[in-house]
Every structure is written in C-alpha cells, then in structure tokens.
C-alpha cells in the first residue's frame, strides 16, 4: 500500500471511530485479546491437579515439582509433604500367593499431620492382616465394623494418639489413613494379603497395581458441599459426590502433577518374590520391569534390577512350567481352627472343532476419553487395527467409539469386506482422546443388536462384543447392572488397555458379560494378545460344568461360569469339621462332547498328614464374600447381602465393604496445644499417561475462569463483526469544476 492510500485508509477508519485514541484501541484490541487469552489460558491449571486445601490455602501449581506440599502451621514457608515409600514380597506356593506390603509415612515437617493414602490391590486379593509400626513398637490391627472402625479411629485421632485406618472403598482400591505423625517421625503400615494365581494356558502369572488411573465420575454433583462432606469422614480428592458416585470423594486420589522415574522415583517401591511352583519352570520373567533371579533347589529369587521402581505402572510376574507339566487338576487343602477348606483347580481339554468356525458379528467398542491420552489410545488403536485384521469375510462387524458420547462407524454391522475393513482402519487411524467416559450409553448400544431396516440380514448366532479401554469409570456396579440385564445372546470380552487399568471393572465386565478378560500394558503385547482373544473367540466354551464333591461342601462360586480356551476353573469348598475323602468328579460339556476328570483327594487315608495350603481358607471366604456381594447386581436388598458378609469378614478377619480395619497405640503421642494438619498423599502419574485437563468434569471446577473467558470471547467476536462490517464513506463528494 502506497503512503498516499495508507493516509487516507487512516484518515477514513479516524473518521469512522470519531477519535484517534478510539481507533488505536480497536486496531489493537484484537492482538491484546489474544495475548491476554492465550497468558490465561496458561495460567489456567486442571481443575483436579492440586488439592484444594481445606483451610483456604491456595494451591501452589507453579512449582510442578511431582510432590503434594504442605504449608507449617505458623503460615511460613511450603516444605515436602509426607513421603511415602512402599515394599512388597510375594511368597508363591503353588496355585496361593501370599503378599506383604508395607508403606512408610514420614513427616519432614514441623507440626503434626494426618497421612491420607489412597493405593490399589488386586481385586481378588484378601486382606487378613494389618500392623502399624513406630519405631520399635507394633500395634497390631483388627477388623471391625466399618462404622465402629471409623468411631475408633475419629477417637484416637482426636485424643492425640497415633492410629491407622485401612478401608475398601473398591475390591481393587483402598485408603490408608495414619493420624498423629509427629515432627520428623515416620509411621509404617503392614498389611498382608492371599490371592490366587491367574493362570491362561500354560503361562501363569501375577499381577499388582501400583498406581490409579482416575476414574471419570459421571452424573450430577450432589447438593452437599465439599467441605460439608471432608466434615463428615475427613476424605477428599479432586472430585464432588454425584448423584451416580456417591462415593466419588473417595475414590478420586490426586496424583503427582509431574511424573517420576525409575531413576528419581517420586512414590519409590521394592519388589521382591520368592516362586515355588512344585514343578520344573522353563521360563520367569517380567514384562514391564527388569528383574534379577537366583535359583536354588527349583526355588526362584526375584528382585528389581534397580532396587526400586516408581509406583507409575502395574508390576506383572509371569512363568512358565517346562511343557506337559502342568496338571490337569488338583486340589490345595487346608484346615483352619478344626475346619477344612479346599481350592480345587481344573484345565479343561481344549475344544476340537471339526469344520469351519460359524459366521459371527463382532461389535468393537473403543474408549476414546481423556484418561486413554498418550500410550494408552495408541494401544487402543493398534488393539482393533489387529482385531480388524483377524475378521474373515463372512463376519460382520461395527466399531463404536466413545468419550463424552459414541459414534458408530457404521448404523449397523456390515460384511467385513475388504472395502470395509479399510474403511474401518482408516477411521481407528484418527481417533484421539479427549473428553468425558460415558460408558453407559455406548454399552447398551453395543449389546442392544441394531438392524438396518432396509437390509435383510439374519441374526448370527455367535454375537461377540469386544470392549476395549482402561475402566477408569466411578460407577461400576450401575455398568455391571447395565450388562446383565442386556445381555441376551451377547458375550463380552475386554481388554485392558494402559499402565494401570481398572483391573476390577474388565475382570467382573468379562464375568457378567460371560467372556473373558484381557490386559494389554505395552504396545509390543498388541499382536501376542489381541491373536490369542481371537483364538477364543473362534473356540467354543466349556459349558454346563458341574463338580460333585465326595462329602457334602459349601461351594464357590455356586454358579459354575462358562470357560474359554486357556481359562481353568477355580472353585473353593468349605467341607466343616468333616475332612474330605475320595473322589472329585468334574464334569463338561466341550464342542458339543462330554467330558469328565476325576482327581483323588491326596493323603485321603490319612486326614491329619494331609499337606497343608497356607491361605486356602481365606481365599474361600474372599469368594464367598465376593459372591454374595454380585447379588447386589441382581437386585438383593443391600441390607440383607451385609448381613450376609459380615459373619464372613469378621469371622476370617477379611476387609470388606462393610468392615474396616483399625490399629490405635494407647499412648497420646501429640500434645493437647499442637493442631493436627491433614494432607493427601499423591499418587504417580500411570506411565505413559498424559496430563487430564478436563476429562473428570465433576471435581473442583474453574467454572468463575470459564465465565470470564467466555465475557472475553464474546467481545472480541463483537469487535471483530464491528471491525469487518461494511464502511460508509461520509467523506463530501467534490464536484469537477
């Protein structure tokens, strides 16, 4: 533009805005909008990365330092909150697996805190022990009645006496709640638990979380306050109960805002195993950490490598026994306080299909919500890129994909065509994670059959729904309630996608579903995992499986699920006072044949040498309770399955959802003149995962910043309209003379 045309575009827009100062102003309005829009948009931190503090102090997202802070109680300086470091041994015998953890708390400050930590455990695990340790002293725990736990420990806390309170708020995710830590002192809390061995073919394996993935809360926010509900049992974390999760205060655990490494670990953790199979091994390893073994005796050693680890990932043992070793049945015993309890185990014979597999429709469902950000979508991508890979012609198939709400790919399933297929690969290629998980409209939509009016297509009668995400969802017993009910002909298998997926919501998923489950933590597993899924859906069950016992037992669970290729049957029996003699019979039915094992008791002749199974009588009691616990989804009354679980629990001194367990030293550790101070401990960041900016909408939200930006917004997209709008020139015509 030429001086002469600039000067008088510049005189014009004067003219327009009636003074030079007004139209400097608008001229530069636009860029000052978009600094100061993109200064706040940076300033702005996740509604959920940093506790808010009960007392009203503010939160101190600028340092990004990976580690919760606490503020001294005359208003100073900020120091380095509780740390807590972790240590666990697996003791492996057989088919039982008994592990130790131990979690230190300490106190760097000044005043005195209460701890509060929030930690996963397998869902099958059986908590039975705790000990809180000070120093050279140990207060050994006991299981109470949840609310009469909770009474003693409020007491203890508030008297100044050090105490410790271990509750389930989950099968797989519990809090950890240590009072009266003293300036410099550190508390340890023991806790021990049974488990049994997963196993899948001929590869047997241990799994135990490390960290929490968080779980998206849907629903309405309650009308209790935040504040009114931390008044009430003293929890909190990043997200508000709702009206779907009321609970969801609990269950919501903050996690450090930067995350730790195997080197600097922030939340550091040993691991240690000793493996005792009874049986040759031809292989031990660990997927996702590098371990060091010592063999003696066919006895294995196992360590890290590191010494520890950072809590950001799931630690997962596997071995395998050298081939044709593996027993086809067997029965682990153990007697308890003069009764007799039982694990009996048994491999069915793989299905052997004559002739080709039946056509199938195969719906694909795919979590693509915020928490499956980073490593987690691509191993969701590359999941149903393979299953995609495995369908054969006369398949159908669909894709549905989820966050805040779903998308079908297509309306309804369609041949798996190769233009299909591409088509499908080329739309799994764009997914990305954001937004909510609203599971629960995208599951009835896979599980409810849609037709295309206009097509005439029969029903297949193998309708397979593949489910693939990291569970990280509140609600779980409302999805459970969701899949039983809609079910019908459909079978559901998951896969579990991340470092640290919700292990309890894929396994009972699977279970109500009448599939299986599946884990996937490494995008290297994808092809291995994703074949040997399919291969299980290409084979036919074990079904209508029934043991006969040869005394009268209590058997769980009492209705026998359907098994899968690899799958054993796990069934635990309580015989009395009566010791078991003779004969287990089980019986099945495999590719439309029967079949039948037979296993004699070991040591029948001979009750009291019979060999003994430390942890067989709690893992008994934890089926039982987790039995009567899946009546809740059928539609039990609550008040009578608590009945029911509490002889349970507090007969076996077993965590549950209705018993607690508590420790109290009976000295006053802080003096009556010292505050108590309470602050969450942080988990680590799951590996891989990127940083949740607002996929958890229910937490503490920046709602006042929101409507600010909205106020900018709204009036730079005024100024622009006014600044674009068509100009009149009232500059006066001059006539030729």
Known sequence: MSFNRYHCALARDVRYFGSPGLWLLFRVLPATLLGGLAVLLLSISPAHAVPADPAGRLGLEELESGQLLLQDMSGGGYQPAILQASSVHFEISGMIATVTLEQSFRNPGKGWVEGVYAFPLPETAAVRFMEMVIGERRIVGRVREKAAAQEIYRKARQSGRKASLVEQQRPNLFTNRVANIGPGETVTVKLEYVQTVNV???????????????????????????????????????????????????????????????????????????????????????????????????????????????????????????????????????????????????????????????????????????????????????????????????????????????????????????????????????????????????????????????????????????????????????LFSEIASRLGNSRLFTVGIGSAPNSWFMRKAGEFGRGSHTHIGNIDEVEEKMDALFQQLAHPAAIDLAVAWPAPAEAWPERLPDLYLGQPLLVAAGFGAVAPTGEVVVRGRTDGKAWTRRLQISGSGDPEHRPQHSGVATLWARKKITALLDQLVAGRAETEVREAVLPVALGHQLLSPYTSFVAVEEQVSRPRNKELDSEAVANSRPRGQSPQAFAFPQGATSAPVRLWLGGFLLFGALCARMLCREETDRVPSVQAG
């Open 200 to 478: 899948r073919g001929s590869e047997f394996s241990l799994r135990f979380p490390m960290t929490i993935t968080p779980r998206y809360m849907p629903g309405q926010p309650l009308s209790v306050s935040q504040e009114e509900t931390l008044a009430v049992d003293g929890l909190h974390g990043w997200a508000a109960p709702t009206d779907q999760v009321p609970d969801a205060h609990r269950i919501s655990p903050w996690l450090n805002p930067a995350p730790g490494s195997d080197h600097a670990p922030l939340n550091p953790v040993e691991i240690s195993a000793r493996l005792d199979m009874g049986l040759p091994l031809a292989e031990v390893r660990s997927p996702y950490h590098d371990i060091a073994l010592e063999r003696r005796a066919g006895v294995y050693d196992i360590r890290l490598v590191g010494g520890t680890s950072e809590m950001d990932r799931d630690f997962v043992l596997t071995w395998q026994p050298v081939t044709g070793s593996v027993p086809a049945a067997a029965l682990f015993t153990e007697q308890v306080d003069g009764e007799y309890f039982g694990l009996l185990m048994v491999i069915p014979p793989a299905g052997d299909r004559a002739g080709p597999v039946p056509a199938r429709e195969i719906v694909i469902v795919i979590d693509t919500s915020g928490s499956m950000g980073g490593v987690s979508i691509e191993q969701a991508r590359a999941s149903v890129s393979r299953a995609l890979q495995r369908l054969r012609p006369a398949d159908r198939f669909n894709i549905i994909e989820f966050n805040s709400g779903y998308h079908s790919l297509y309306r309804s399933p369609v041949p798996a065509t190769a233009h299909h297929v591409q088509q499908a690969q080329e739309f799994v290629r764009h997914l990305r994670a954001s937004g909510g998980t609203e599971m629960l409209p995208a599951l009835r939509a896979a599980l409810d059959p849609q037709r295309d009016p206009d097509v005439l297509v029969e029903q297949p009668a193998l309708r397979q729904v593949i489910f693939i995400t990291d569970g990280a969802v509140g609600n779980e017993t409302a």
